[in-house]
């Protein structure tokens, strides 16, 4: 297996660097670097600058107006984003919805939703989760019942991620009550502006209420929103969650998160002297340095892989717990590193326009809020512990 990068893929690595170093406003890289929170109006000027260089559907194909990269270009261009410190993709409408409606959609649905989420004409967010379907998704309650050319919908979806900005939510709803739990879900597109929507936030123990409850009373969907066949919304369903897994890893994301901590550890002061000469702190950083080199050679690996046509395994998951263990430890030695001034969390000085004075160094607040925002990362896109169990049936045949 080649790791090794070809003449043409360096090529395209410096032309990603020059299309950043021109394109990335400054004010945006700042607000990523800085750790300040993205308005909808932040994510949506890097989607229209992206999509204005055909590089918005970083996973669609050319003739769907994506870029038709392959798994080492995506990679290449995932690691020089992150680096660069450009907000990342919204993967709702983009990495999760747009490859479903591709793979199951029918031509009307292709040809009205997917150029708007090209054109951000469209906010989507993911409703799949319920209070009692997390882990156990196949138990969505959520009914959708069919009345002549329109479903009626109610329930509930939790943990609806940036749901506040979405016009738009793609669900798993129950259509039949028969047989296995699987056969009776379906995929539909609910317009959120429907009456009988209700999006409740949720606030997160960083202070933002990054998530929501979206509640249905009798929301009347036309049945022409349907993805797909009724009571095939589980393929549906795993078939996106394989695009979701994709850059599970995070590889880049822990890449500036060490090189923060290095820059923060080298100016914190502990006896007079930089943290990072502290011999015991620094054998943490690099224990957890020398994790993400063997981890981001085995992402490589998977890359090759994928490259070579091969569909990626349970390895995803491998990738998925590694990969957000590094991140939570870089988190908590940032937080370490700066020491008393991470008490005074005062969330509100992270938003735009806040005139809250933080308290300490400027990046004691920003290492604080990663550290209380990333515990999510375990949680999200399949939990760890489930992802365990996966390693241990899949890769050790236990
Ligand atoms: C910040 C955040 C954003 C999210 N965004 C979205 C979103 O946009 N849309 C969406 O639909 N969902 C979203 N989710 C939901 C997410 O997918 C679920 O939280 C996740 O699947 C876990 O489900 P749960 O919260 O119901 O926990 P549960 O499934 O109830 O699990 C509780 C605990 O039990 C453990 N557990 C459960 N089953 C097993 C098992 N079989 N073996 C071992 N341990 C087990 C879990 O690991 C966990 O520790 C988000 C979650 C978070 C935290």
Redesign the pocket.
């Known amino acids: 297996m080649d790791l090794s990068y070809s003449d043409d893929q360096q090529a395209f690595r410096e032309d990603v660097r020059a299309f950043l170093s021109e394109n990335l406003p400054k004010r945006l890289s700042d607000k990523v670097a800085s750790g300040k929170r993205l308005t909808k109006q932040d994510h949506e000027e890097w989607h229209a600058i992206l999509n204005a260089r055909g590089w918005l559907g970083v996973n669609w194909p050319v003739d769907q107006g994506g870029t038709g990269w392959d798994a080492v270009q995506r990679h290449i261009f995932e690691e020089e984003t992150t680096a660069a410190h450009a907000p990342r993709i919204v993967p709702f409408g983009l990495a999760m919805l747009g490859p479903v409606l591709m793979a199951f959609g029918n031509d009307a649905q292709k040809a009205h939703y997917l150029p708007r989420i090209l054109n951000g004409d469209d906010w989507w967010?993911?409703?799949?989760?319920e209070p009692g379907?997390?882990?156990?998704l196949a138990n969505v309650q959520t009914t959708a019942v069919r009345d002549g050319d329109h479903y009626i919908v109610n329930g509930q979806?939790t943990?609806?991620?940036l749901g506040q900005h979405a016009n738009m939510i793609f669900c798993l709803v129950r259509t039949s009550k028969e047989g296995k739990r699987q056969e009776g879900i379906s995929f539909l597109l609910v317009d959120m502006d429907s009456p009988g929507v209700e999006v409740r936030p949720i606030v997160?123990i960083d202070g933002e209420p990054?998530?929501n409850e979206v509640w249905f009373k009798d929301v009347r969907v036309p049945a022409e929103n349907l993805v797909g066949e009724e009571n095939k919304g589980w393929t549906y369903a795993k078939y996106l969650l394989t695009h979701e897994r994709t850059n599970i890893a995070g590889v880049g994301f822990a890449r500036a998160g060490l090189a923060s901590l290095k820059r923060i550890a080298g100016e914190q002061k502990q006896d007079g002297k930089p943290l990072i000469q502290n011999p015991f702190f620094a054998a943490k950083m690099a224990q957890v340095e020398i994790d993400l080199m063997a981890m981001a050679t085995t992402n490589l690996r998977t890359i090759a892989a994928a490259a070579a046509g091969q569909a990626p395994g349970a390895e995803s998951s491998m990738l998925k717990v590694k990969g957000t263990v590094i991140r939570q430890e870089i988190n908590a030695l940032t937080k370490q590193a700066v020491g008393p001034y991470a008490a005074p969390f005062v969330s509100e000085s992270l938003d735009e326009g806040s005139n809250v004075e933080p308290v300490g160094p400027s990046y004691a607040m920003p290492a604080t809020q990663a550290y209380f925002n990333n515990r999510?990362l375990s949680?999200?896109?399949?939990?760890?512990?489930?992802q365990r169990?996966i390693i241990s049936k899949a890769i050790l045949e236990l």
């Open positions: 967010c993911q409703g799949y989760s379907a997390g882990s156990d979806k943990w609806t991620t997160l990054e998530v999510k949680i999200y896109g399949g939990s760890n512990e489930v169990a």
